[in-house]
């Protein structure tokens, strides 16, 4: 049975993130992928500031690879209630687009050159005593696992309604939109989520999201046919997000990552950065040796902690939307929204918006 320091599971972005760390510090790594190649997660491909500044530095990026990675930049937004915009504006710091098409290859690409093995079109059916992975290609043993294998991790669980955000999206190409098309945030159609169009580039995506999985389709075609956007044609693919406290952070010398740990911004549905950064952990928690304790502290002190914090938020901010309306929209948005946005760009913290006073000032300006 062939051995390696780290086998990792899922060739999406937690885990090339992990491979990439790992790689570079010269661990022999196997990443396994059940897919024939990557990049076809659906993701509307919103990249926050924090996003773009974790790749800035990551030692395996170039100035080239990013250039290429980021496909648009949109400085503009439009908050929607509905049909009817509630606030629009220019943010401080722009949202960036990626195709994931590109940057999980990219990714891909850079752990290759730093030596990583990949098996394609190989799914891991089952790990074994926390070490053996078994696969229709083989079993393999390794060190530590990296489980970096998406929602995927859970299907095998009952899903419990509320536990994930049901997604639906399609494309448009940007011919079919204005230009200059703002990214938009649209309240209203569904009970727990919010729906967007999002200027990546050459394509326009547009989606929706809620964790009320019942809701969701057909408030997908009736904000498509408000909205006017003819989706006859299209292709329309729905995916799930993890939205849930998951209490196995790891697990003897299996570590979770990503989507894999329930990870994703319950507030702005933003995974890809977390995914980065869990990643990033993972591996310098096996580079360091350190004890499985030490990764849930980190874990819980940069991500989990604070998803808890906006699990409460949305719960409350949900109810509220469903008796306010676009009022509380409007409410939020222009007291708060510069906040956050901030918030959601990395650029201040929960906790500083609220020791600072900001919070308190904004909400009697
Ligand atoms: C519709 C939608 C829109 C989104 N938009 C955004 C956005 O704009 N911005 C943002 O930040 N986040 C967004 N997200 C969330 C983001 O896509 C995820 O959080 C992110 O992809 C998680 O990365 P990951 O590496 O954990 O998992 P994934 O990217 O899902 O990668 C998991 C990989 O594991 C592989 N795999 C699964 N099971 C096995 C197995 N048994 N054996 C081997 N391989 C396996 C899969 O094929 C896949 O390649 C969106 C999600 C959805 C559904």
Not at 26 to 34: F, G, H, T
Not at 171 to 180: A, H, M, Q, T, Y
Not at 279 to 289: P, Q, R, S, V
Not at 304 to 318: A, V
């Amino acid at each position: 049975m062939k051995k390696y320091d780290v086998i990792i599971v899922g060739a999406g972005v937690s885990g090339l993130i992990a491979a990439n760390y790992l790689a570079k510090n010269n661990k022999k790594i196997l990443v396994i992928e059940k897919e024939k190649q990557i990049g076809n997660k659906l993701c509307a491909g919103g990249l926050t500031y924090k996003a773009v500044a974790f790749l800035k530095n990551a030692p395996f990026i170039s100035k080239i690879d990013l250039k290429k990675i980021i496909t648009s930049k949109s400085n503009t937004y439009s908050i929607k209630y509905r049909q009817k915009e509630v606030v629009s504006g220019k943010s401080d710091y722009p949202y960036y687009f990626t195709h994931r098409s590109i940057l999980d290859n990219i990714l891909l690409k850079k752990a290759i050159e730093n030596n990583i093995e990949i098996i394609f079109d190989n799914k891991v059916l089952e790990i074994k005593n926390n070490r053996i992975i078994k696969t229709p290609k083989g079993s393999f043993r390794a060190e530590r696992i990296i489980c970096a294998r998406g929602v995927s991790e859970f299907f095998k669980n009952n899903i419990k309604n509320g536990d994930f955000y049901f997604t639906m999206q399609t494309e448009f190409s940007l011919k079919e939109f204005d230009k200059n098309t703002p990214t938009n945030f649209i309240y209203g159609y569904v009970s727990r989520g919010y729906g967007w169009i999002f200027p990546t580039g050459k394509k326009v995506v547009v989606g929706i999201g809620s964790r009320d999985v019942y809701e969701v389709k057909k408030a997908f075609y009736k904000m498509c046919k408000d909205l006017k956007l003819n989706i006859l044609n299209k292709t329309i693919k729905g995916a799930w997000i993890p939205c849930f406290e998951k209490k196995e952070i790891i697990k003897g010398k299996i570590i979770y990552v990503g989507d894999s740990l329930a990870a994703t911004s319950p507030i702005f549905g933003e995974g890809i950065y977390n995914a980065f950064l869990s990643g990033k952990i993972a591996a310098e928690i096996i580079l360091k040796n350190k004890e499985n304790n030490k990764y849930k502290k980190e874990i819980k002190k940069h991500i989990l902690n604070k998803n808890k914090f906006e699990m409460l938020i949305i719960y409350i901010f949900y109810k509220l939307l469903k008796i306010f309306k676009h009022k509380l929209l409007y409410f939020f948005m222009t007291k708060l929204g510069r906040e956050i946005f901030l918030i959601a760009h990395g650029k201040i913290s929960y906790l500083k918006l609220f020791l600072s006073g900001r919070f308190f000032l904004r909400l009697l300006r």
